[in-house]
């Protein structure tokens, strides 16, 4: 089994300052639903193709900026559908509502389009659906191809109508039901005693433009044989249960393969072929008429977990015509009577990549074979030299695609090695870590917990689905993972540390305490544990005991930025600012482009009084940020009130009022500038600002009084001292008494 990625979450983190506010902008569309009116044509890349894929998209407005019209999936079997779309923000996003033609597939997901607003000419966006992006899409208005292209266009769409044919669906009669259907089917060519147990059939297979003879001998039971002539030598192929093998004589090597019991050999004739669907867990959930180009059919579409197949059945004869599954499909014609039964002489195999056709004009049919026939011939024994597991070969290409951070491909790749094998826990686990990495959270949990109904004892996989709970924070589910884990193992150093950050994330310090000092018991060397459990303690104001762990982390070696910032934190939290002081200026030095480690530094300055060193500090954090932040203007203005340079000040202050006019503070301290340069017209009306946004600051009220005393306005003042002292503030008394009486009295 693949050796999984070690996963944590994401480590802890202290600030002494945080964004008061923060921006947002609403954008109005300059595009309308008119400027996608028309048909598009362009290419689109698919996780399961291996060139671009032709496709044309329809569109028609039906408001301001709703659409309708059609996807033309020409590459993909000649496939179309519905489609319904909204414009939003110079985004289209469209949504497939109906399977007009084509072939079968889930309709669910979305597309996302942006307009090339310079021009508006292309579309480029993606196909996202419950799992993943799975298709990258890049369109052009028709009207501004070349002709040269759109005739390219053309003609390629012409040769896929011919390759795929044409396959439309409608609905069928409320009344027809998939048991009716069923027994018709198995009336007319699958008696409950079977008349031969053994198919053997010869003809000729096109592969390539090339004619080869075949033989073939296939029994009831699902096992199978096959010959064909290639340059002289026979190539030998032969399957029994879930085992198939090939020998390839030009290349001198014998393959084995492991294929899904679920899926019937190639030539079993002899199968009941919508039975064996049921017997294998796949469900019938959708019934339709399907009109071929050859006749009019039944499509009936099973379904097991992700798995879609789709079987149509003439409606005349009820024989199986067509077969959908795994991004192939499989015509049958030529039928004629044999002694075993209709048998279709023609098989026609057409996948997106290949296309290979069978035509058999020999059969034979016996009730019994020697069965060593299905097996590898002793005298290739000794060949035996690479065994090869089918869907254990998807599965390494998706951890390949997995470390090379190709997570769209390594998803396909997993899915296809889960149909093959269905039962294999870590291939559900592999998936799941993909999905986990393209944040399809609810994806992951789904296959972590088909890996846990496949292996209970899964640790990984527990620990994982822990993980995926918290990024949904879904936190008190993700705790009861994460103590499984720990239960199972009870040193499992992962499962402890998410739990600890997860009971932390919960504000539950003491159980995440109590987490950090397990894990500093299992590994400690590890200083991150150190680091973590003295924020742990700071939450909790056990400040003494949090230095201990930070000195600790420090005397191990860790040099980390973020830990001096931590410490710097908690001193400063027990008032020791000169401490602080060279704890964020050492952090800051380290790494000069986090703001918030410069603004710590700065306010460690001004509660030392340090204020040129402090604005010095502001100005830095101010470089590296957003340089309109409101709050690093006020504290710069800060410094420049406590040294008395209020003109400066105010300065400051305005510019942090221009970004956040709601901030009472900016408002309060420029008035209090405005007050020691005897502008007091203008602080009354930012005292008056600040009362509107925070009405019951007792002492505002007071300094505003002030100022209108100091303009002669004795009857406002007191006014406002009454109010002051109706909100409890004593010093509103001695104003009141000094200034007011007579005015209050009247």
């Known amino acids: 089994m693949w050796s999984n990625i070690n996963v944590k979450l994401k480590g802890l983190f202290i600030l002494l300052y945080l964004p008061l506010c923060t921006f947002s902008q609403n954008i109005n569309s300059a595009l309308t639903a008119d400027d996608f009116h028309g048909e598009w044509y362009g290419y689109y890349d698919m996780e399961n193709s291996t060139d671009p894929m032709l496709t044309v998209l329809v569109l028609r407005k039906v408001a301001h900026n709703k659409v309708k019209g059609a996807f033309i999936w020409s590459d993909y079997f000649n496939s179309k559908t519905l489609i319904e779309g909204e414009l939003k923000n110079d985004t289209l996003t469209l949504r497939e509502t109906k399977l007009l033609q084509g072939y079968e597939r889930d309709l669910s997901g979305k597309y996302v389009f942006t307009l090339d607003n310079s021009s508006k000419k292309r579309l480029t966006g993606s196909?996202?659906?419950?799992?993943?992006s799975t298709a990258k899409l890049s369109l052009t208005l028709k009207k501004e191809l070349p002709e040269s292209k759109a005739s390219a266009f053309k003609q390629k769409i012409f040769d896929n109508i011919q390759r795929y044919g044409t396959t439309t669906f409608s609905p069928v009669s409320e009344t027809l039901r998939f048991e009716d259907i069923h027994k018709k089917y198995k009336e007319l060519y699958f008696?409950?005693?079977?008349?031969y147990k053994v198919l053997e059939?010869?003809?000729?297979?096109?592969?390539?433009?090339?004619?080869l003879p075949i033989s073939l001998v296939a029994t009831n039971d699902n096992r199978q044989f096959v010959k064909i002539k290639y340059q002289g030598q026979d190539v030998l192929l032969g399957r029994v249960g879930s085992e198939e093998w090939k020998y390839e004589p030009i290349k001198?090597?014998?393959?084995?393969?492991?294929?899904?019991?679920?899926?019937?050999?190639?030539?079993?004739?002899?199968?009941?072929?919508?039975?064996?669907?049921?017997?294998?867990?796949?469900?019938?959930?959708?019934?339709e008429n399907a009109h071929m180009d050859s006749s009019d059919c039944y499509k009936l579409v099973f379904q097991k977990e992700d798995t879609i197949k789709a079987l149509y059945l003439d409606k005349n004869t009820f024989q199986l015509r067509r077969k959908d599954h795994n991004y192939k499909m499989i015509l049958y014609s030529g039928f004629q009577e044999t002694p075993g039964g209709t048998i279709p002489f023609r098989k026609q195999e057409i996948g997106l990549n290949a296309h290979n056709l069978i035509i058999l004009n020999h059969f034979d049919f016996k009730p019994?074979?020697?069965?060593?026939?299905?097996?590898?011939?002793?005298?290739?024994?000794?060949?035996?030299?690479?065994?090869?597991?089918?869907?254990?070969?998807?599965?390494?290409?998706?951890?390949?695609?997995?470390?090379?951070?190709?997570?769209?491909?390594?998803?396909s790749e997993f899915t296809q090695a889960i149909r093959i094998q269905p039962e294999a826990a870590n291939y559900y686990l592999n998936r799941g870590m993909a999905k986990y990495e393209v944040k399809d959270y609810y994806g992951a949990i789904s296959d972590y917990t088909q890996c846990l109904e496949r292996n209970p004892l899964e640790a990984d996989a527990l620990n994982r689905r822990g993980l995926a709970k918290y990024q949904l924070k879904d936190l008190e589910n993700a705790l009861v993972d994460f103590s499984k884990v720990i239960a199972l193992d009870s040193n499992h150093i992962d499962g402890i540390t998410n739990r600890a950050y997860t009971h932390f994330e919960m504000k539950e310090y003491e159980k995440a305490n109590?987490?950090?000092?397990?894990?500093?018991?299992?590994?400690?060397?590890?200083?991150?544990?150190?680091?973590?459990?003295?924020?742990?303690?700071?939450?909790?104001?056990?400040?003494?005991?949090?230095?201990?762990y930070y000195n600790q982390a420090i005397e191990l070696g860790n040099e980390d930025s973020d830990l001096y910032n931590y410490r710097g934190v908690t001193y400063y939290a027990l008032g020791n600012f000169a401490l602080a002081q060279q704890d964020f200026a050492y952090a800051f030095s380290k790494d000069s482009s986090d703001y918030i480690k410069a603004q710590n530094l700065g306010d460690a300055l001004f509660e030392l009084k340090k204020y040129e060193a402090?604005?010095?500090?502001?100005?830095?954090?101010?470089?590296?940020?957003?340089?309109?932040?409101?709050?690093?203007h006020y504290t710069i203005g800060l410094c420049h009130y406590y040294q008395e340079d209020y003109a400066m000040g105010i300065r400051y202050f305005s510019q942090a009022i221009e970004q956040n006019p709601r901030e009472a503070s900016y408002f309060d301290y420029r008035a209090r500038s405005y007050m020691n340069l005897s502008q007091y017209t203008e602080a009354i009306e930012d005292y008056s600002s600040s009362i509107n946004f925070h009405p019951n600051d007792a002492q505002i009220y007071l300094e505003r009084g002030t100022a209108k005393i100091a303009l002669h306005n004795k009857h406002d003042g007191c006014r406002d001292f009454k109010k002051a002292q109706e909100m409890g503030n004593e010093e509103a008394d001695k104003m009141i008494e000094e200034y007011c009486n007579y005015y209050l009295d009247e």
Request: charged content about 25%; aromatic content about 10%; hydrophobic content about 35%.
């Open 127 to 132: 196909f996202i659906n419950a799992r993943v």
């Open 191 to 195: 008696p409950d005693t079977p008349r």
């Open 201 to 211: 059939a010869s003809g000729s297979t096109f592969i390539k433009d090339m004619k």
């Open 252 to 287: 001198g090597e014998l393959l084995e393969y492991e294929v899904a019991l679920s899926e019937l050999s190639t030539f079993n004739y002899l199968q009941n072929q919508l039975a064996w669907q049921l017997k294998n867990g796949f469900t019938c959930i959708k019934i």
């Open 368 to 411: 019994e074979v020697d069965t060593t026939l299905f097996k590898i011939p002793g005298h290739l024994q000794h060949k035996r030299h690479r065994i090869v597991s089918e869907s254990e070969v998807h599965n390494e290409k998706g951890i390949q695609h997995y470390e090379n951070q190709k997570f769209e491909k390594a998803i």
């Open 514 to 548: 109590h987490d950090f000092s397990r894990l500093i018991v299992l590994d400690s060397n590890n200083t991150q544990f150190y680091v973590d459990k003295a924020v742990t303690l700071a939450e909790l104001a056990q400040y003494e005991e949090a230095l201990t």
């Open 614 to 632: 402090a604005k010095e500090a502001y100005t830095q954090a101010m470089n590296v940020t957003n340089p309109q932040s409101g709050k690093l």
